[in-house]
């Protein structure tokens, strides 16, 4: 699974400007999806999704502010509930080794610092290295700020603002008018202080409290070094295939490209036509093969599912000095953090299994990133949970020819907790239909992204459609043509068919604790990772040779 990728950056998917070679051979040799599609458009519900085959909302794991739609500090209380079961527990349940490789980004902590109550290790997988938050432009100290920006300006302004009380109360004693009692002056400076210290305790200090790579429960390095982590991770990759290759195993590769900052290898600066973003893609491509070539070294190729994804679509605020630092999403509208529009939630989608897939399929149907639970759970030959609602479908009779239309009639794209689109596959046609009942305001006006805020809004600054914007997606990928009464004569009853649709789901929908409320989302001291003791944290566990792979 890539970070933010956009399914526009892939040679198969029709980028001929880009070098990407090996997983362009997964689809040569594998199926591959057109329409594929994330359970939102954020890293945190998309991965929770992902890893439990439901809604993001079912799990409690979306959130009602724009602010923190995904977990924003490594120290802070929310994160995937111990109840879900994801589809590494399945497995593992199963006799599989399960191993994940790089980001988590679904929690750490409950309550204290060392319960680990949300680790992988709790969620079914048997050995994690890598990052339990994943990479932000703050694990670099020279890239501009990602976390919270327009925030941290704004607190470093007030700060600044108040610091001049204290000297303003000086000013007539100082000139003689009248005395203002020190004390006042003392308490002040003080209250002053201990704002400065309450956010720039957390903010001022990203970098060592999010950016740490751990092996198990063991903090590895604290801040991460960030020029060397791909390859440790690479490494650990091809580790655990050969390390487990006697038995079942799941791998979990997650990795930290493409997100920003955009950390490349020095062999491949330069690499590509598309500046450090390209550069980035082909040096993931270039990881892909080392663990494709692993596999066919040590004859696991026939015998091993291989699947090629990302959490969602690319960013397309991701901007620096002119430069773009976020992907492309080829025709689709919009990207990451837009709930409905295609952009968003459109990602790359590739099987590949020698032994059981006909190589060079493409498969047009709606199918969701919540469909590899069910999927994996087929194959492994386990049992689905019936004490929870399951979104997904199990691709496998899709994927080996066996039916021609996805299982799934509808899919719900949210915006955190607010549904901004349904999709309605009219099976009997193969006609797909997309209703969108909000849309996020794109600034400046005109623009086709959210650039004067760095991301879209799921809402306040946002535009509700009466009647919902219509679009054919079968005949109109980029929905660029909305629909109406006078040209399209199926409209109204669309419109009617999708509202039944969102009455039938909400009434499956059950209450659940808010993993990204206000105050899971505060940054917490005692739940903070640290190495060594707290606030003097920072280790390098790992020797300064450059891993071999």
Not at 111 to 140: E, K, Q, T
Not at 184 to 192: K, S
Not at 357 to 385: C, F, H, K, N, Q
Not at 401 to 421: I, K, M, Q, T, W
Request: hydrophobic letters at 40%.
């Amino acid at each position: 699974m890539a970070d933010d990728l956009g399914i526009g950056d892939l040679c198969c998917y029709g980028n001929n400007t880009v070098s990407t070679p090996n997983i362009d051979r997964l689809a040569r040799e594998g199926v591959m999806l057109t329409q594929h599609l994330a359970a939102a458009s954020m890293c945190t519900p998309s991965r929770a999704a992902f890893l439990t085959g439901r809604y993001p909302i079912r799990s409690g794991m979306a959130s009602a502010f724009n602010m923190h739609r995904g977990l924003v500090w490594l120290g802070g209380s929310g994160g995937l509930p111990t109840n879900e079961t994801t589809f590494a527990k399945l497995l593992q349940d199963r006799g599989y080794r399960t191993g994940l490789i790089g980001k988590w980004h679904q929690g750490l902590s409950c309550a204290s610092r060392g319960d680990h109550c949300y680790h992988p290790l709790n969620h079914g997988f048997d050995y994690f290295y890598g990052m339990p938050f994943g990479l932000l432009s703050d694990c670099r100290p020279s890239e501009t700020p990602e976390l919270h920006r327009r925030l941290r300006i704004t607190l470093g302004v007030t700060t600044a603002a108040l610091a001049l009380v204290p000297v303003l109360l000086l000013v007539p004693t100082c000139a003689r008018w009248f005395v203002v009692p020190w004390g006042l002056v003392l308490a002040m400076a003080l209250l002053v202080l201990l704002f400065f210290l309450g956010w720039y305790s957390s903010y001022g200090f990203v970098r060592r409290w999010n950016c740490v790579l751990m092996r198990n429960h063991d903090i590895m390095q604290q801040p991460v070094r960030e020029e060397r982590v791909s390859s440790l991770l690479l490494r650990e990759a091809l580790a655990f295939v050969r390390r487990n290759m006697g038995g079942p195993f799941l791998l979990f590769v997650s990795f930290l490209h493409v997100h920003t900052p955009l950390i490349t290898k020095e062999t491949f600066v330069g690499h590509s036509k598309y500046g450090r973003y390209g550069d980035n893609v082909e040096e993931m491509d270039w990881m892909v093969g080392k663990i494709l070539e692993v596999l066919d070294r040590e004859g696991l190729a026939n015998h091993t599912l291989v699947y090629f994804t990302s959490d969602h679509g690319g960013s397309l605020e991701a901007q620096a000095r002119g430069a773009q630092l976020g992907g492309w999403n080829g025709v689709y509208k919009g990207g990451k953090g837009m709930g409905g529009w295609e952009g968003g939630i459109r990602v790359p989608g590739i099987f590949r299994w020698p032994a059981v897939l006909e190589a060079g399929r493409v498969v047009d149907e709606p199918t969701s990133l919540m469909d590899i639970y069910p999927t994996l759970s087929y194959v492994a030959g386990g049992i689905l949970p019936v004490d929870r609602m399951i979104d997904g479908q199990n691709l496998m009779p899709l994927l080996e020819g066996r039916v021609r239309h996805s299982n799934h009639e509808f899919l719900f794209h949210y915006c955190g907790v607010y549904l901004h689109a349904v999709r309605w596959h009219q099976k009997d046609c193969g006609t797909v239909w997309k209703v969108h009942y909000v849309t996020p305001t794109f600034s400046p006006a005109g623009a086709g992204a959210c650039y004067a805020r760095g991301i879209c809004s799921c809402t306040g600054d946002v535009t509700f459609h009466d009647p919902p914007l219509v679009f054919d997606i079968s005949r109109d990928p980029s929905e660029s043509h909305p629909l109406s009464p006078d040209n399209e004569a199926l409209f109204d009853s669309v419109v009617q068919k999708v509202e039944e649709a969102v009455r039938a789901h909400r009434r499956t929908l059950a209450p659940a604790p808010q993993q990204l409320s206000v105050f899971n989302s505060l940054w917490k001291p005692w739940l903070q990772p640290c190495c060594g003791n707290f606030p003097l944290c920072g280790c390098d566990k790992e020797d300064d040779m450059e891993p071999s792979v």
